[in-house]
C-alpha cells in the first residue's frame, strides 16, 4: 500500500534452533493504530523486535517510510525514525527523568512526502505526561511502574519519530495509568504518528485501535477492523481470553 510506514512481509524468525515467526506480513499505514494481538509467547515481542533488527536469524522483508531495513542494525532504524518502547520499559534507574529523556533526543524529521513529523521537547511531554513533570530530577529506580512506562514512551518521543512499535503499555500497570496511557496514543495519533501496538487487553486496544492482526503461536490467524474484532467474541475466546 503506497501509504504504509512499516510493510513486513513473509517474515520468519528463530531463537536459536526455535522458530519463533512463521510467514507473517502486515503493515501500518500513516496516522494508523494497528493492535497486533495475542497471549503470552504468541509472539508479538519477537515481531517488533525482529522489525527493530534485535533479531539476527531471520528472513523475509521489513520495509519502513520505503526503505528496506530487513538487515538494518538497531541504531540505523532508530535513525530512520522508528521508535521503540520495550515491554520491560529499560529505562536508566541511576538517571533522572530529565537524563533519561536527553538520552532519547534526536534531531527533527520529516515524513517522506515533505511534512514535518512531530517535534518533541521536553516542556511539550511534560504537558502530555504531568505526572514526569512533576519529577524531573527523580532518578528512574525510584518511580512506579506507571511511571517508568510514561518515562520510556516519553524518551521514545524525543527522537522525534514517525512511528512508534509500543510492545505492551497496558501490562502491569494501574488503571489510572492504563486510561493515561490509551488517551496518550490517541494524541500521538492527532500528530500524525503511526503506532503499532503490542496488546493483549482487547479493552485497551480498541480504545485506541483502528486494526488488528491475531497472532497465535507466531502465526498470523485473523486480520481487520477493530469494530470487528470487538463485536466477535468467538475470536476473542480463540485468541486472547487465558
Known amino acids: 500500500m503506497s501509504d504504509a510506514l512499516l510493510t513486513i512481509a513473509n517474515l520468519n524468525t528463530w531463537y536459536g534452533a526455535a522458530q519463533i515467526i512463521y510467514d507473517l506480513s502486515l503493515n501500518v499505514q500513516r496516522g494508523e493504530v494497528v493492535a497486533l494481538m495475542g497471549r503470552n509467547g504468541a509472539g508479538k515481542s519477537t515481531t517488533m523486535r525482529s522489525a527493530m533488527g534485535m533479531i539476527a536469524k531471520k528472513t523475509g522483508s521489513v520495509q519502513f517510510i520505503g526503505q528496506d531495513i530487513s538487515h538494518a542494525k538497531p541504531y540505523e532504524i532508530a535513525r530512520l525514525g522508528l521508535g521503540f518502547t520495550p515491554e520491560d520499559r529499560r529505562v536508566f534507574s541511576d538517571l533522572t527523568v530529565l537524563e533519561n529523556l536527553d538520552i532519547g533526543r534526536q534531531p527533527p524529521r520529516r515524513f517522506p512526502n515533505g511534512k514535518d513529523a512531530p517535534l518533541w521537547t521536553e516542556e511539550r511531554l511534560f504537558k502530555l505526561f504531568p505526572n514526569l513533570g512533576e519529577m524531573p530530577d527523580r532518578p528512574g529506580g525510584a518511580m512506579s511502574g506507571g511511571e517508568q512506562q510514561m518515562l520510556a514512551v516519553a524518551r521514545t518521543l524525543m527522537g522525534n519519530p514517525l512511528m512508534i512499535l509500543l510492545d505492551e503499555p497496558s501490562e502491569g500497570v494501574a488503571p489510572l495509568i492504563v486510561e493515561q496511557m490509551a488517551n496518550t496514543i490517541l494524541e500521538l495519533k492527532q500528530q500524525g504518528l503511526s503506532i503499532l501496538l503490542s496488546e ?16 497465535e503461536k507466531g502465526q498470523l490467524r485473523w486480520e ?17 481470553t487465558v
Open 200 to 215: 493483549q487487553n482487547i479493552h485497551f486496544a480498541q480504545l485506541v485501535s483502528d486494526r488488528a492482526y491475531l497472532l
Open 224 to 240: 481487520g477492523s477493530m469494530a470487528e474484532l470487538t463485536t466477535n467474541t468467538e475470536l476473542q475466546r480463540t485468541y486472547l
